[in-house]
C-alpha cells in the first residue's frame, strides 16, 4: 500500500517516654468494664480497617497517575512506543478492505460485513500501556462527537483478560467496545499495517472497510478528528 502522504508528530509511632509512670488524681479514672474494653476494640478496628482502605485507595491512585505520566516521560515502560508518525492512504491505493473478525468482551461477534457502508475507528491498546491511558478520553470524546454520523469506533484489546479491560472501561467511562484479542486474530488480518506490540496504534477505515490512514503511538485529538473528518466526508 503506498502512502499518499505522511507527517511525523511528537512521538511511625511516638517513641516511648523514659521514666516512672505518674498520675493525676484529678484526671484519673476508674479501669473501663469488659464490655467497655471490647467495644472500644472495636472501635479501634473499625478505625484501622478504614485508615487501610484509604491508604490502599491513595496507593492505587498515584499507581495510575504514574502509569499515565510514563507517556510523557518517555520511559517506554511495558510498552513498544510507536513513532508518532500518521500517515494517510490515497483512495486510489488503498489495498482491499481488511478482513476482521472477532469476539467483544461483551461477548458480540463481529464480520467484516459490520466494516462496510461505516467508518471505524480501531484503536490497539492494553490497559498497563501509558500512552492508552492518556488518549482514552480523547477516544471517548470522539466516539461522541462522530456517532451521530455513523462513525464506530472499537478497542482492540492484546493483552487483558476481561475483568482488567472492564476496569479500564469504567475507570475512563469508555461506552465504545472492545475486541478482545488476546489470540491476536485481529492484529493478524491488519498485519503489516500494525507493528506487533507497537501500542497504542489506531486506524481509520473507510466506508468500504479500507485502511484509510494511521497513527503509530499516542494519538491527539485534533489529528484524530480530522482524519476521521475527512472519511466521512469520502
Not at 497513527?215 to 480530522?226: M, P, R
Amino acid at each position: 500500500m503506498a502512502p499518499f502522504r505522511s507527517q511525523h508528530s511528537r512521538a511511625a509511632a511516638n517513641p516511648a517516654t523514659s521514666g516512672p509512670a505518674t498520675s493525676n488524681p484529678a484526671t484519673s479514672r476508674p479501669a473501663p468494664s469488659g464490655a467497655s474494653s471490647a467495644s472500644r476494640r472495636a472501635v479501634l478496628a473499625a478505625g484501622g480497617a478504614a485508615l487501610t482502605a484509604l491508604t490502599l485507595g491513595l496507593s492505587a491512585c498515584a499507581q495510575e497517575d504514574a502509569l499515565a505520566k510514563q507517556a510523557k516521560a518517555g520511559d517506554n515502560k511495558n510498552y513498544v512506543a510507536g513513532d508518532g508518525s500518521v500517515t494517510e492512504f490515497a483512495a486510489a491505493d488503498r489495498k482491499a478492505a481488511v478482513a476482521i473478525s472477532g469476539t467483544l468482551f461483551n461477548g458480540t461477534a463481529v464480520t467484516p460485513a459490520d466494516f462496510q457502508g461505516k467508518v471505524t475507528v480501531l484503536n490497539f491498546w492494553f490497559a498497563a500501556c501509558a500512552p492508552c491511558r492518556v488518549e482514552a478520553p480523547i477516544l471517548e470524546e470522539l466516539h461522541q462527537e462522530f456517532k451521530a454520523q455513523g462513525v464506530q469506533f472499537y478497542g482492540v484489546n492484546l493483552r487483558d483478560e476481561k475483568a482488567t479491560a472492564e476496569a479500564f472501561d469504567n475507570t475512563f467511562s469508555l461506552t465504545y467496545p472492545s475486541f478482545d484479542d488476546k489470540n491476536g486474530g485481529v492484529l493478524l488480518a491488519v498485519s503489516g499495517l500494525v507493528p506487533p506490540g507497537a501500542v497504542p496504534t489506531t486506524l481509520v477505515l473507510d466506508k468500504q472497510g479500507r485502511v484509510a490512514s494511521r497513527v503509530l503511538g499516542e494519538i491527539q485529538k485534533g489529528t484524530l478528528k480530522a482524519l476521521v473528518t475527512s472519511a466521512v466526508a469520502e
